[in-house]
């Protein structure tokens, strides 16, 4: 089936300007998270959300950065007052949530990546 | 700050040599994931690893996840050109749900 995507795959803008980025999950997955990775680091988490529970927004860098979503659908990572150094790669994730391990304890399934958006602040 | 290290950053070897890459946390992990980051691609998911001293292996790949859980470790048997990429460990703390990636171990391969 159809995997993550996300829109638009490039994105140049000024400082100062404000961006929305867009992921479309894989159906049926009910958690998404939003991954920030600067050039030639690692993966930097953003917020989770997880179906209709409160979102996970501890790490969103500052105020300037939000996410929506509506359900288990579409997400929308917004960026007001662009500054230079949020040019990265922003992907998206989803998977079907949590599980039940062996051991008893709850663990998260494994994330499905989308193709990211490439976001460079001039 | 970081609670997933892993090391080293690179590693450059002859194909047909073997390679490791380590996974350290300071706090015990609810599980290990394993991603792979071909160059200009996104992250992959290889492995997820739950249980206290659990080995998996996929061909090449062999995965560990330490007793204490705290530690993981990829090893790959006789690399080749296509295993060249960034391999990223990522472990679920208890608390909270945030998915701490290490910062990659990034692996070029000449033939």
């Known amino acids: 089936g159809a995997g993550v995507s996300q829109s638009p795959s490039n994105k140049v803008t000024e400082k100062g300007k404000d961006v929305e980025l867009r992921c479309d999950p894989i159906?049926?997955?009910?958690?998404l998270y939003w991954y920030r990775q600067r050039l030639g680091q690692g993966l930097e988490f953003l917020i989770y959300f997880q179906g209709n529970s409160a979102p996970d927004k501890s790490g969103l860098p500052s105020d300037r950065f939000s996410a929506e979503r509506t359900g288990e659908s579409v997400s929308t990572l917004t960026i007001q007052r662009t500054q230079q150094e949020d040019s990265a790669v922003y992907l998206c994730a989803s998977s079907l949530g949590e599980f039940l391990a062996g051991d008893g304890r709850h663990s998260l399934d494994t994330q499905y990546f989308g193709p990211g958006t490439r976001l460079t602040v001039l | 700050g970081q609670q997933v290290m892993q090391i080293p950053q690179y590693q450059h070897v002859q194909e047909g040599e073997d390679f490791t890459t380590y996974c350290n946390s300071s706090t015990t992990l609810s599980n290990i994931q394993w991603y792979k980051q071909r160059p200009g691609g996104h992250p992959v998911f290889l492995i997820q690893?739950?249980?206290?001293?659990e080995v998996k292996k996929q061909k090449r790949l062999t995965f560990q996840f330490g007793e204490a859980k705290k530690n993981s470790s990829l090893h790959i048997t006789a690399t080749q050109t296509t295993d060249v990429g960034t391999y990223f460990c990522?472990?679920?703390?208890?608390?909270?749900?945030?998915?701490?990636f290490g910062k990659g171990t990034s692996l070029l391969v000449t033939p």
């Open positions: 690893l739950v249980k206290s001293g």
């Open positions: 159906s049926g997955h009910t958690a």
């Open positions: 990522a472990g679920h703390l208890n608390s909270g749900y945030a998915l701490n």
